[in-house]
């Protein structure tokens, strides 16, 4: 069955993360939604009980529409390093800590990666997640998933994005996301493809549910 098109007008993005909330934006931007954060609307944060991606972002995504009555867009995310395990992975938020302390996480994952004896490339490889669920108050729902591959750096490079992006070199590219625009992190410009996890779910919800905005 096709995914159910969303209609134009107020559409709710379900996140607290003003760097995750930012990109939404620029990526809704050529759409003309009238869109507002669940912060904006006083929404409680929902506790990511889920043990998936999928499952978290249908938490955020149904509790927004439920509280706000709109059509609410969630995005759970992670940073998954195969030699741990895909760890942080769901929990990449929790390894901040109440602080959101990523520069903690980011070192972390580095420390996990020494003790795991990583001395290669081959054991440094890493992804970026991002699960899209966009629900409407009827409790219908669709999901749209993105990854991105790439290599798990250290020392941290770059002071743009947010959360792990200092650690992140996307294959195929000489920075890292903290050392890319967010124009270069979507994949914006001429003749280049989506790049991030976000902008590559975004691809596809825009396909399935934008069609003829
Ligand atoms: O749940 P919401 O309110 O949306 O905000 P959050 O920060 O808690 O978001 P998640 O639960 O999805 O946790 C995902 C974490 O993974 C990290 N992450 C996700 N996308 C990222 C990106 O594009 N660049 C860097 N880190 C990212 C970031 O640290 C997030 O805090
Ligand atoms: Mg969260």
Known sequence: MSPRKLEPGKLVVASHN??????????????????????ELDLPEPEETGLTFEANASLKAQAAAKASGFPSLADDSGFCVAKLDGDPGIYSARWAGPDKDFA?????????????????????????????????????????????????????RGTQGFGYDPVFQPDGHERTFGEMTSEEKHGWGKDTPALSHRSRAFEKFAAGCLEGH
């Open 104 to 156: 903690m996480a980011m070192r972390t994952v580095e420390e996990k990666l020494q003790s795991a004896g990583a001395t290669t490339d081959a054991d440094r490889r890493g992804s970026f997640v991002a699960v899209l669920c966009l629900a409407w108050p009827d409790g219908h729902e669709e999901y749209f998933r993105g990854e991105v591959e790439g290599l798990v750096v250290w020392p941290p």
């Open 18 to 39: 003003k760097g995750k909330i930012r990109e939404i934006n620029e990526l809704l931007q050529p759409y003309g939604f009238d869109v507002v954060s669940a912060g």
